[in-house]
């Protein structure tokens, strides 16, 4: 049971824009920026999206991220077959002594 | 470049020990914090530790806390974990990841290709 709750899927068609949800609570993505990552099949994860909304350099526009109260959103415009991966949310937590909390990943299908 | 690679990974017995390492190239090490985040297999990131750039803040998981321990050698440019009284549930590739950070926001920048730790009879 991961801190930060996201869905286990989403899909797309080739073009479209989709979105994944990161859900969490006044502890973690209330009080702290959250991060996104990327992980392609057998790869290690790369930062894709930090602070709410930035994109380290090299990292397409089509990718963007958005943050409200207890929740943020990763968006993925102009979907394109190379953006099948593993997508996980994270931020840090402040609960008890303070440690980093990760959502369960979102599997992306483009169909 | 920065790089990150991991050793140490392997197959070991429950209630067994490993020590994984960390070496790192391409950066001011010593000016980084430094984790460690696990991914058991077809399961999600679950993070494990993290150290400060001069080792005065140390922080654990629960599910590891007093059976772990992190550590660093700057002079080496260096990161391990050491693991103890290891558990079948413990089994996952580990990373170790760079902390970096802008205007106080912090995230993982740089990570390793990982090492995977099997725990089995």
Known sequence: QSVLTQPPSASGTPGQRVTISCSGSSSNIGSNTVNWYQQLPGTAPKLLIYSNNQRPSGVPDRFSGSKSGTSASLAISGLQSEDEADYYCAAWDDSLNGFWVFGGGTKLTVL | ?121
Do not use: H
């Open chain 2, 1 to 121: 470049e920065v790089q990150l690679v991991e050793s140490g990974g392997g197959l070991v017995k429950p209630g067994g020990s490993l020590r994984l390492s960390c070496a790192a190239s391409g950066f001011t090490f010593s000016s980084y914090s430094m984790n460690w985040v696990r991914q058991a297999p077809g399961k999600g990131l679950e993070w494990v530790s993290s150290i400060s750039s001069s080792s005065s803040y140390i922080y654990y998981a629960d599910s590891v806390k007093g059976r772990f321990t992190i550590s660093r050698d700057n002079a080496k440019n260096s990161l391990y974990l050491q693991m103890n009284s290891l558990r079948a549930e413990d089994t996952a590739v580990y990373y170790c990841a760079r902390e970096g950070s802008s205007w106080s926001e912090y995230y993982f920048d740089y990570w390793g290709q990982g090492t995977l730790v099997t725990v089995s009879s």
